[in-house]
């Protein structure tokens, strides 16, 4: 016990740091490889490394001898066997600057897609006048809306949208919320807005619509079915009658505030810690 106590005492800010980069590189050559023949294999790997030393310690001596000689041999099978994954890796990390990318650049990445998608999504379904409610989580979750509805998980894109949202389909009735990158869920239920000077035109769409952002910081994109107008709803308040390069800059700008706000939090927290 005091040598594991000790081991802790000796972890410098360097030790932390070293760690942390193996950590992550692991991490990403663990994305590389997910749901790929790759991953199976890599399982087939611990299964022998632990079985090794078992065997030799239950005294399987046979077992032990065949293990070892494997696992000699099993390097230069590797090579051969992971030649198309460690290929892909290295094309990977040449594309995506796989260690010079930093975080702000793939969050702005993610954000630039969301606007693009949804934004096309929204033009294309105004088009053919169908409608739509589509809510994007920011800062509160809204997991108990999640919960109403039909678990997606899936990458935004306009096509999944505008498929969600087709008439007599059985998602297109109700509310897809995204969060991040990834549409969660479809089909689900909305708060209706508790505005009695509503203009009565607006049907339970814009109301659904509305009501979410009256109880959340959610940005929520709304297709009239009758007319095919496109209206956003944020903080409690209703904007009608957009065109897509409007509705665009409306969800880019939503998310730039969001940052800025988080930014002068910060600032302004260690100003006083320095005061």
């Not at 790759?38 to 299964?47: F, R, T, Y």
């Not at 665009?248 to 927290?269: L, V």
Request: charged share 25%; glycine share 6%.
């Amino acid at each position: 016990m005091q040598d594991i106590i000790n081991i802790f005492r000796n972890i410098g800010i360097w030790d932390i740091v070293d760690m942390a980069i193996v950590a992550f590189v692991f991490y990403k050559l663990y994305t590389l490889i997910r749901e790929t023949r790759a991953e199976q294999l890599i399982k087939g790997i611990l299964v022998l490394l632990v079985a090794t030393p078992l065997s030799e310690v239950l005294q399987l001596h046979v077992i032990h001898w065949i293990l070892r000689n494997t696992m000699t041999v099993g390097l230069i099978a590797l090579l051969i066997v992971f030649q198309p994954e460690m290929r892909r890796a290295l094309e990977y990390i040449g594309r995506t600057k796989f260690l010079t990318k930093s975080i702000a650049d793939i969050e702005q990445e993610e954000i630039q897609r969301l606007v693009e998608e949804v934004g096309e999504a929204a033009a294309s379904l105004s088009r053919q006048k169908i409608g739509a409610l589509i809510v994007i989580e920011k800062d509160t979750g809204l997991n108990e809306v999640v919960e109403t509805g039909t678990l997606i998980t899936g990458l935004v894109s306009r096509a999944l949208l505008i498929n969600i949202f087709i008439p007599n389909t059985p998602l297109h009735d109700g509310a897809v919320v995204i969060r991040k990158n990834k549409i969660m869920a479809a089909g689900c239920f909305l708060p209706l807005t508790e505005n009695t000077y509503l203009n009565k035109e607006l049907g339970t769409r814009h109301r659904a619509g509305l009501g979410i952002t009256e109880k959340s910081d959610s940005l929520v994109v709304i297709v009239s079915e009758e007319t095919g107008a496109i209206s956003i709803a944020e903080n409690g308040k209703l904007t009608r009658y957009l065109d897509v390069d409007t509705l665009k800059k409306r969800i880019d700008s939503s998310f730039e505030m969001k940052d800025n706000q988080q930014w002068k939090f910060w600032k302004y927290k260690w100003r006083r810690k320095n005061d």
